[in-house]
């Protein structure tokens, strides 16, 4: 008999119907995922800034005289909001629905902020359960 091929070497497999995620058929299978926080550059938290200065230069031009300091107010709280150690998700939540309802005009550049990718990659950095919860109130703008 050869070496390299002993007997049971052979492996067989039918796999059909409705099937879904990982299948491994083998001898001595070894499989070895890697899952971990995305990584965050420096360049993404200096893109993620030049937003909220832009979103701030925006406010002072458009907002009314009357709005002006609690929607730069609300800018900074989500600046706190999406750059702590875990995302503030309550607090994005609110400033963007302060903006909808006080300056709609402004509201797409700071649901731009919310959903944008970088913030993503902070929210997922938290952790699952976190990462869930933003999917679940802001995945279906």
């Known amino acids: 008999m050869n070496e390299d091929k002993k007997s049971g070497d ?5 796999i059909s119907g409705d099937v879904s995620g990982q299948v491994a058929v083998g001898k001595d299978i070894k499989q070895v995922q890697n899952v971990g926080a995305p990584s965050i550059t420096e360049a993404d938290l ?3 800034r030049q937003m909220l200065t832009d979103l701030k230069a925006q406010v002072e031009k458009e907002a009314p005289t009357d709005k002006k300091d ?5 800018v900074k709280e989500l600046e ?20 909808v309802k006080n300056l ?9 902020i919310v959903i944008h990718p970088i913030v ?7 952790g699952d359960i976190v990462a869930s919860e933003f999917r679940r109130r802001f995945g279906k703008e």
């Open 46 to 48: 200096l893109a993620l």
């Open 70 to 74: 609690a929607a730069l107010e609300r």
């Open 120 to 126: 993503g990659k902070l929210v997922g950095a938290a």
């Open 104 to 112: 709609p005009g402004l509201a797409g550049t700071v649901t731009g």
């Open 10 to 14: 052979v492996i067989n497999a039918n």
């Open 80 to 99: 706190e909001a999406v750059t702590a150690k875990e995302p503030d998700l309550t607090t994005m939540e609110y400033v963007k629905r302060w903006f």
